[in-house]
């Protein structure tokens, strides 16, 4: 027998990628009567944080706001959990929706635990089998498994990999969220509030890069950071374009290697509007990032993923993907390779996107209600 009451919905972010692949879902949850849907952000990273829930027209239904300067893992876990704490006890859902490997993503799902509330993991079932790499993403990942009742995994990999570790109830294979965001985001004739990029002659062959991971820092991000300007040098009908994370330590790297150099551009941190239409205009994208892996291929963009390891095995399985790890010159032979070599690059051009196809949002909310109407 069916309930009439409404399934309460709290979907947690605290970051930028968090929200971009969140916010397709807390739209599309307007569209069923079923469900209540409120929205609590943590703001671990308030500046880029804002930007999407901006974008997206998203106003919070609690904001925690919690960023403060040089914070550290420990401040920001407890002080979600703290917030949450009052959130759950003022207002109490019926589960609550995580999403991928952030601190505030297991903050979230650890509260919720104390809570004795249902935890939903979007995104659930990524994994490198290093629990340092990426840090603290990989351990954050593991330890919201054991906790989570319903595990949305993007792909049939991600769903065998939550298996493998003995999780067997709740597994939903959904596509990926930020596909659904694409659609939202992605304009033919899109103008782009950071005027610098309006102002950008895209018919040379434009290098997306973005590069800003913990693990990396030290000799690795001095590689990265060299090879981005030999590849430069190298190819001045060729142009760069690096949106330098806010991190006081990327942006001196950035700063130290790339900042005389004609043909690259270091821009402040773009809006996702921004961000996946530059993506849309590029020849190729240069990462260390994540979600690019899986943004830059549902639009026909080849990613050169500037990693020791990943856990989008399927990126590169399907060929829209290549992994590089962090040596200088396998950077800029791999780079320079598909900046000349036309028939390689349309390989990965028009390698099939393994990440879904926009419905990803729609599965994750049939799902939910699924269950607790049942």
Not at 6 to 30: D, H, N, Q
Not at 71 to 88: C, H, N, P, W
Not at 110 to 122: E, N, P, Q, S, T
Not at 163 to 180: F, M, Q, R, S, Y
Request: charged share 25%.
């Amino acid at each position: 027998m069916k309930t009439t009451k409404k399934i309460k919905v709290c979907s947690i972010f605290g970051t930028r990628p968090e929200a971009i692949k969140m916010a397709p879902l807390v739209l599309e949850m307007k569209n069923y009567d079923q469900i209540e849907s409120m929205v609590c952000v943590t703001a671990q990273h308030r500046e880029m944080l804002d930007q999407v829930l901006d974008a997206f027209g998203i106003t919070p239904d609690y904001d925690l706001d919690i960023m403060e300067k040089s914070q550290t893992l420990s401040k920001i876990t407890s002080k979600a959990m703290l917030g949450l704490e009052e959130v759950f006890a003022k207002d109490r859902p019926d589960i609550v929706l995580v999403h991928g490997d952030t601190t505030t993503t297991f903050a979230g799902a650890l509260a919720a635990f104390y809570a004795k509330i249902d935890v939903g993991h979007v995104e659930a079932g990524l994994r490198t089998g290093d629990i340092y790499s990426p840090f603290p993403e990989e351990m954050n990942r593991l330890l919201v498994s054991k906790i989570a009742a319903m595990h949305f995994a993007p792909t049939v990999k991600n769903a065998q990999n939550l298996e493998n570790e003995g999780i067997v109830k709740g597994i939903h294979i959904t596509g990926n969220t930020v596909i659904d965001s694409i659609k939202y985001t992605a304009k033919d004739d899109y103008s782009f509030e950071c005027e610098e990029l309006n102002h950008i002659d895209y018919t040379k062959k434009t290098i997306l890069m973005t590069a800003h991971r913990r693990e990396n820092y030290g000799q690795p991000f001095d590689n990265i950071c060299q090879a981005a300007a030999e590849i430069a040098k190298n190819n001045p009908d060729v142009q760069i374009i690096y949106p330098v994370h806010l991190s006081p330590y990327v942006r001196e790297m950035a700063g130290k290697y790339l900042s005389d150099i004609e043909n690259v551009h270091l821009i402040e941190p773009v809006g996702v509007f921004d961000m996946h239409n530059l993506i849309k205009r590029s020849y190729l994208v240069l990462t260390d990032s994540g979600g690019l892996q899986e943004e830059a291929p549902s639009l026909g963009k080849p990613v050169l993923v500037m990693r020791q390891e990943t856990e989008r095995p399927e990126a590169i399985a399907a060929g829209t993907a290549r992994l590089l790890g962090v040596d200088k010159q396998n950077i800029i032979d791999v780079t320079e390779m598909l900046l000349h070599n036309e028939e390689e690059y349309t390989k990965m051009a028009k390698a099939v996107n393994p990440y879904g196809d926009g419905n990803a949002s729609k599965r994750i909310i049939e799902a939910i209600i699924a269950r607790y109407e049942e």
